[in-house]
């Protein structure tokens, strides 16, 4: 009888740790199309961190509420800062002060990142109540777009002693329909100070006149913060008037990976309804941010850790597979919050950088293979090179926070293969470099790249 109840439990206990295996899979032999642009981000870096953002290799950098660091040096990108007289002469250089935003842009080209340039204005904080005056709407709508043109003229065509950029991606506004709720923006406004339609007219009229001058290039927006609720009517609107919409930029934070990836494929929905097919779908604000209602500091620290590393490297993994063209994660600006890729004063690196880093390691190969794992908690994205070797990006993400203990992972390596290199940042250290192995220890939040190649290479 002893024996018996023995063997049951050795066999139970068999069963566990089978059911508690974890087994990632790569398939080298498929191809599933580019490595998506998902390491995107808002703004500049200073000079004191332009070498290690230089090293992230960022291909798009979104330039949005750059005027609200001083650290910029003065007024800059917003169209009230370039023009600050709109009565001016629009066609007159001495209109124009480009000065503090020429030196942000030069940085970005420097560093081999190309601007997203948002024409408009940065948002103005309930506290900042002076600068009220830069979001309500412009008093000619057709003149504002033709300032906005010649301020892509002069970071793509050279005018007013400007640059040849080759900036493709030009977005109009942010977050109109931030305060639309109760006509909030007649309160309190902070991205737009007027109705909602009086905002689809000044997308039309400049979208229109920029697509005309130069149909090469992206126009696009509105960069709406909740667009379901939203833009469903904006869509209509610009449908009916025969506007360009090139792509559709669209923000949202969360903590939960898949509730971001849901609403991506709720809004290609929408755009595929309204006849929208062809138009890209761009999340260019997000982070993790546990919530709106929570007063507390919790987020800003997450941003800060491991865990905020890990959440964002899950999303990445997540949107090469769902329905959404580019990423850019807010923000790269010095000193607020929400950058969790370089501390505060220090600029030191921190976890987020290399979420960044190891997304450009698999764009530097290009091409995405098949990979997965049945386990909700990792995320896996693979991508293959031109001359045959893969790097593996293996991410594990917990919503909750707790005591959860580290976990073995077992990379499937195909046969003939052999795994070269292993990089993991985790809570203990960033970005160190263990012997290869096909085994990884991962901690309850962490991230792990490995490379592999035919062992005949």
């Not at 961190?49 to 960022?58: C, D, G, I, K, T």
């Not at 412009?138 to 400007?162: M, Q, S, T």
């Not at 493709?168 to 006509?183: F, G, P, S």
């Not at 709406?224 to 869509?235: E, W």
Request: hydrophobic fraction near 35%; include cysteine; aromatic fraction near 12%.
């Amino acid at each position: 009888m002893l024996k018996r109840i023995l063997i049951s439990a050795l066999f139970l206990l068999a069963g566990v740790a089978l059911r508690s295996q974890t087994v990632v899979s790569v398939d080298p032999s498929t191809a599933l199309g580019p490595v998506k642009p998902l390491n995107g981000v808002n703004n500049a870096p200073l000079k004191e961190y332009q070498e290690s953002f230089a090293a992230l290799r960022v291909p798009y950098s979104r330039l949005h509420d750059s005027a609200n660091s001083e650290e910029y040096g003065g007024p800059n990108v917003d169209i009230t800062d370039i023009f600050p007289d709109f009565d001016a002469d629009v066609d007159d250089p001495a209109s124009y002060d480009f000065a503090v935003t020429d030196t942000l842009l030069l940085r970005l080209v420097a560093a081999g990142t190309e601007p997203y340039y948002r024409l408009g204005q940065s948002l103005v904080t309930y506290a900042d109540r002076e600068h009220v005056y830069t979001i309500i709407p412009p008093k000619n709508f057709k003149k504002w777009a033709e300032i906005c043109d010649h301020v892509l003229r002069h970071y793509n065509e050279g005018w007013a002693n400007g640059y040849h950029m080759g900036i493709t991606h030009w977005e109009i506004w942010n977050e109109a329909d931030l305060d639309q709720v109760h006509r909030a923006w007649k309160k309190c406004p902070r991205c737009w100070a007027g109705p909602r339609r009086q905002f689809f007219k000044l997308y039309v009229t400049a979208a229109k006149l920029l697509k005309e001058r130069h149909p090469d290039l992206k126009i696009g927006g509105p960069s709406y913060a909740n667009t379901r609720k939203y833009g469903r009517k904006f869509l209509r609107y610009v449908k009916r008037h025969h506007a360009p919409l090139d792509f559709y930029s669209w923000h949202m934070y969360h903590r939960k990976p898949w509730r971001i990836i849901e609403d991506a494929g709720i809004i290609r929905g929408i755009l595929d309804r309204r006849g929208f097919t062809e138009t890209e779908s761009h999340l260019n604000e997000w982070n993790y941010h546990r919530s709106w209602s929570d007063t507390t500091t919790y987020s800003d620290s997450i941003r800060a850790d491991i865990k905020g590393a890990a959440f964002i490297s899950a999303v990445m993994c997540e949107a090469q597979k769902g329905p959404v063209d580019m990423l850019m994660y807010y923000d790269i600006r010095p000193n607020v919050v929400w950058n969790g890729a370089f501390a505060t004063d220090t600029y030191a690196i921190q976890p987020q950088y290399w979420s960044l880093y190891y997304w450009s390691d698999l764009m530097e190969y290009g091409t995405v293979v098949p990979s997965g794992c049945d386990n909700k908690n990792i995320y896996t994205c693979a991508a293959r090179s031109s001359d045959g070797k893969v790097r593996l990006l293996i991410v594990r993400y917990h919503v909750d926070d707790g005591d959860i203990p580290p976990r073995e992972v077992t990379v499937s390596v195909p046969e003939g293969w052999k795994v070269t290199s292993l990089r993991i940042t985790d809570g203990t250290e960033m970005d160190r470099h263990p012997e290869p192995s096909s085994t990884i220890s991962l901690e309850t939040h962490a991230l792990a790249l490995v490379e592999m190649e035919p062992i005949n290479n």
